[in-house]
Protein backbone atom coordinates (compact mmCIF):
# COMPACT_ATOMS: atom_id res chain seq x y z
CA UNK A 1 0.00 0.00 0.00
CA UNK A 2 1.37 3.58 -0.79
CA UNK A 3 1.51 6.14 2.25
CA UNK A 4 -1.99 7.92 2.07
CA UNK A 5 0.02 11.28 3.67
CA UNK A 6 2.23 11.67 0.73
CA UNK A 7 0.31 10.75 -1.91
CA UNK A 8 -0.23 14.05 -4.29
CA UNK A 9 -4.04 15.67 -5.27
CA UNK A 10 -5.21 15.35 -8.11
CA UNK A 11 -5.54 17.68 -10.75
CA UNK A 12 -9.33 17.18 -11.77
CA UNK A 13 -12.29 18.25 -11.66
CA UNK A 14 -13.60 19.51 -8.26
CA UNK A 15 -15.97 17.03 -6.44
CA UNK A 16 -19.18 17.76 -4.94
CA UNK A 17 -19.76 17.60 -1.13
CA UNK A 18 -22.21 18.32 1.14
CA UNK A 19 -21.93 18.77 5.08
CA UNK A 20 -24.37 18.18 7.66
CA UNK A 21 -23.36 19.41 11.07
CA UNK A 22 -25.61 20.81 14.76
CA UNK A 23 -23.41 22.65 16.62
CA UNK A 24 -20.26 25.11 16.23
CA UNK A 25 -19.10 23.08 12.82
CA UNK A 26 -14.86 22.93 14.04
CA UNK A 27 -14.66 20.35 11.83
CA UNK A 28 -16.76 22.12 9.25
CA UNK A 29 -13.87 24.61 8.80
CA UNK A 30 -11.29 21.82 8.38
CA UNK A 31 -13.24 21.26 5.39
CA UNK A 32 -13.26 25.07 4.53
CA UNK A 33 -9.85 25.16 4.99
CA UNK A 34 -8.52 22.14 3.32
CA UNK A 35 -10.63 23.17 0.06
CA UNK A 36 -9.72 26.65 0.22
CA UNK A 37 -5.95 25.74 0.44
CA UNK A 38 -5.77 22.83 -1.86
CA UNK A 39 -5.54 20.25 0.52
CA UNK A 40 -8.92 18.68 -0.45
CA UNK A 41 -10.23 18.55 -4.42
CA UNK A 42 -13.72 19.62 -3.23
CA UNK A 43 -16.35 22.46 -3.57
CA UNK A 44 -18.19 22.36 -0.46
CA UNK A 45 -21.75 22.79 -2.19
CA UNK A 46 -24.11 23.22 0.83
CA UNK A 47 -23.94 23.10 4.52
CA UNK A 48 -27.06 22.00 6.34
CA UNK A 49 -27.98 21.91 10.07
CA UNK A 50 -30.95 20.38 12.34
CA UNK A 51 -30.73 23.59 14.65
CA UNK A 52 -31.13 26.60 14.75
CA UNK A 53 -28.69 29.62 15.87
CA UNK A 54 -25.80 27.32 15.33
CA UNK A 55 -22.55 28.97 14.88
CA UNK A 56 -21.69 26.35 11.74
CA UNK A 57 -24.42 28.34 9.74
CA UNK A 58 -22.47 31.52 10.42
CA UNK A 59 -18.94 29.60 9.69
CA UNK A 60 -20.80 28.22 6.28
CA UNK A 61 -22.33 31.64 5.42
CA UNK A 62 -19.12 33.50 6.23
CA UNK A 63 -17.06 31.11 3.53
CA UNK A 64 -19.73 31.88 0.81
CA UNK A 65 -21.28 28.29 1.36
CA UNK A 66 -25.30 28.09 0.96
CA UNK A 67 -26.19 27.44 4.86
CA UNK A 68 -29.56 25.77 5.32
CA UNK A 69 -31.75 25.39 8.51
CA UNK A 70 -33.70 22.08 8.46
CA UNK A 71 -35.25 22.19 11.78
CA UNK A 72 -35.80 18.53 12.98
CA UNK A 73 -37.99 20.31 15.48
CA UNK A 74 -40.86 21.48 12.74
CA UNK A 75 -41.15 17.92 11.53
CA UNK A 76 -43.46 15.21 13.66
CA UNK A 77 -40.94 11.92 13.15
CA UNK A 78 -37.55 11.16 11.78
CA UNK A 79 -38.77 9.57 8.85
CA UNK A 80 -40.50 12.21 7.74
CA UNK A 81 -36.95 14.99 8.85
CA UNK A 82 -34.88 12.51 7.07
CA UNK A 83 -37.52 12.31 3.43
CA UNK A 84 -36.85 16.35 3.87
CA UNK A 85 -32.87 15.92 4.37
CA UNK A 86 -32.77 13.78 1.34
CA UNK A 87 -34.70 15.93 -0.88
CA UNK A 88 -32.52 18.49 -0.22
CA UNK A 89 -29.10 16.88 0.17
CA UNK A 90 -29.74 15.08 -3.53
CA UNK A 91 -30.62 18.70 -5.21
CA UNK A 92 -27.25 19.32 -5.17
CA UNK A 93 -26.02 16.10 -6.42
CA UNK A 94 -22.87 15.43 -3.87
CA UNK A 95 -20.42 13.01 -4.37
CA UNK A 96 -20.03 12.72 -0.70
CA UNK A 97 -21.79 13.37 2.43
CA UNK A 98 -20.36 14.71 5.23
CA UNK A 99 -21.48 14.02 8.98
CA UNK A 100 -19.53 17.38 11.27
CA UNK A 101 -20.73 16.75 14.32
CA UNK A 102 -24.53 16.19 13.33
CA UNK A 103 -26.31 14.86 16.20
CA UNK A 104 -29.07 12.75 14.69
CA UNK A 105 -29.52 9.26 14.80
CA UNK A 106 -30.66 8.33 10.77
CA UNK A 107 -32.77 5.78 9.68
CA UNK A 108 -31.68 2.76 8.07
CA UNK A 109 -33.40 4.64 4.55
CA UNK A 110 -31.28 7.29 4.52
CA UNK A 111 -28.07 5.47 5.76
CA UNK A 112 -28.80 2.76 2.64
CA UNK A 113 -29.42 6.06 0.04
CA UNK A 114 -26.16 7.35 1.07
CA UNK A 115 -24.08 3.92 1.51
CA UNK A 116 -20.64 3.46 0.76
CA UNK A 117 -20.42 7.82 0.51
CA UNK A 118 -21.32 8.58 3.68
CA UNK A 119 -18.25 9.55 6.57
CA UNK A 120 -18.65 10.38 9.92
CA UNK A 121 -16.11 11.27 13.05
CA UNK A 122 -16.50 9.45 16.27
CA UNK A 123 -14.24 10.98 19.29
CA UNK A 124 -12.57 7.48 20.30
CA UNK A 125 -10.83 4.65 19.12
CA UNK A 126 -13.71 2.81 17.77
CA UNK A 127 -15.01 0.10 18.52
CA UNK A 128 -14.33 1.00 21.74
CA UNK A 129 -16.87 3.73 23.33
CA UNK A 130 -19.39 4.28 20.18
CA UNK A 131 -22.22 6.84 21.83
CA UNK A 132 -21.79 9.86 24.06
CA UNK A 133 -18.78 10.10 26.89
CA UNK A 134 -15.98 8.93 25.24
CA UNK A 135 -13.51 11.33 26.80
CA UNK A 136 -14.58 10.65 30.35
CA UNK A 137 -15.74 6.60 29.39
CA UNK A 138 -11.45 6.69 28.46
CA UNK A 139 -10.36 8.21 31.51
CA UNK A 140 -12.51 6.24 33.76
CA UNK A 141 -11.59 2.85 32.50
CA UNK A 142 -7.78 4.05 32.39
CA UNK A 143 -7.00 3.61 28.73
CA UNK A 144 -3.45 5.01 28.12
CA UNK A 145 -4.71 6.43 25.00
CA UNK A 146 -7.52 7.84 23.47
CA UNK A 147 -8.42 9.18 19.74
CA UNK A 148 -10.74 9.65 17.31
CA UNK A 149 -11.81 7.41 14.48
CA UNK A 150 -13.38 8.28 10.71
CA UNK A 151 -15.48 5.69 9.23
CA UNK A 152 -17.93 4.81 6.96
CA UNK A 153 -21.23 4.91 8.10
CA UNK A 154 -23.63 2.47 8.01
CA UNK A 155 -27.23 1.37 9.97
CA UNK A 156 -25.28 0.37 13.63
CA UNK A 157 -24.43 3.64 15.69
CA UNK A 158 -20.85 4.21 15.13
CA UNK A 159 -20.30 0.67 13.75
CA UNK A 160 -18.97 1.17 10.47
CA UNK A 161 -15.62 -0.16 8.92
CA UNK A 162 -13.03 2.27 10.19
CA UNK A 163 -10.96 4.73 7.27
CA UNK A 164 -8.60 5.82 10.15
CA UNK A 165 -7.81 6.74 13.20
CA UNK A 166 -5.69 9.02 15.06
CA UNK A 167 -3.69 8.13 18.65
CA UNK A 168 -2.62 10.62 21.89
CA UNK A 169 -1.74 9.53 25.01
CA UNK A 170 -4.06 10.39 27.64
CA UNK A 171 -2.03 12.05 30.64
CA UNK A 172 -2.36 12.17 34.39
CA UNK A 173 -3.44 16.07 33.83
CA UNK A 174 -6.36 15.50 31.54
CA UNK A 175 -9.53 15.75 31.82
CA UNK A 176 -12.74 15.25 29.90
CA UNK A 177 -12.38 18.76 28.34
CA UNK A 178 -8.94 18.81 27.90
CA UNK A 179 -8.96 15.39 26.45
CA UNK A 180 -11.35 16.68 23.91
CA UNK A 181 -9.48 19.61 22.82
CA UNK A 182 -6.24 17.49 21.82
CA UNK A 183 -7.90 15.13 20.12
CA UNK A 184 -10.05 17.61 18.21
CA UNK A 185 -7.12 18.91 16.67
CA UNK A 186 -6.34 15.51 15.39
CA UNK A 187 -9.87 15.19 14.02
CA UNK A 188 -9.51 18.56 11.59
CA UNK A 189 -6.39 16.56 10.10
CA UNK A 190 -7.76 13.23 9.68
CA UNK A 191 -11.41 14.23 8.38
CA UNK A 192 -10.83 15.91 5.48
CA UNK A 193 -7.36 13.39 4.46
CA UNK A 194 -10.25 10.45 4.41
CA UNK A 195 -12.65 12.31 2.35
CA UNK A 196 -9.34 13.06 -0.17
CA UNK A 197 -8.77 9.50 -0.63
CA UNK A 198 -12.62 8.75 -1.65
CA UNK A 199 -12.68 11.84 -4.08
CA UNK A 200 -9.81 10.66 -5.08
CA UNK A 201 -11.08 7.03 -5.93
CA UNK A 202 -8.73 5.33 -2.94
CA UNK A 203 -11.22 4.69 -1.12
CA UNK A 204 -14.15 2.40 -0.95
CA UNK A 205 -16.84 0.84 1.07
CA UNK A 206 -17.01 -3.08 -0.16
CA UNK A 207 -18.47 -5.92 1.27
CA UNK A 208 -18.66 -4.35 4.79
CA UNK A 209 -15.06 -3.78 4.24
CA UNK A 210 -13.17 0.24 4.17
CA UNK A 211 -11.02 -0.90 1.11
CA UNK A 212 -7.84 1.77 0.77
CA UNK A 213 -5.70 0.98 -2.80
CA UNK A 214 -8.04 -1.91 -3.19
CA UNK A 215 -6.64 -3.24 0.27
CA UNK A 216 -8.99 -4.08 3.09
CA UNK A 217 -7.65 -1.85 6.22
CA UNK A 218 -7.92 -3.47 9.65
CA UNK A 219 -10.55 -3.35 12.40
CA UNK A 220 -8.84 -0.21 13.42
CA UNK A 221 -8.14 1.67 9.94
CA UNK A 222 -5.81 3.57 8.70
CA UNK A 223 -3.23 4.94 11.51
CA UNK A 224 -2.68 8.20 10.99
CA UNK A 225 0.52 9.72 12.26
Not at 59 to 88: M, N, V, W, Y
Amino acid sequence: MTDPNTTPNPQGQRRKLVILISGSGSNLQSFIDASNNGQLNASIEAVICNRPNALGLERAAKAGIPAILLDHTQFDGRESFDAALIQRIDSYQPDLVILAGFMRILTPGFVQRYLGRLLNIHPSLLPKYPGLNTHQRAIDAGDAEAGATVHFVTEELDGGPAIVQARIAITAQDDASSLAQRILAHEHRIYPLAAQWFLEGRLKLADNYAMLDQTPLSASGYAYS
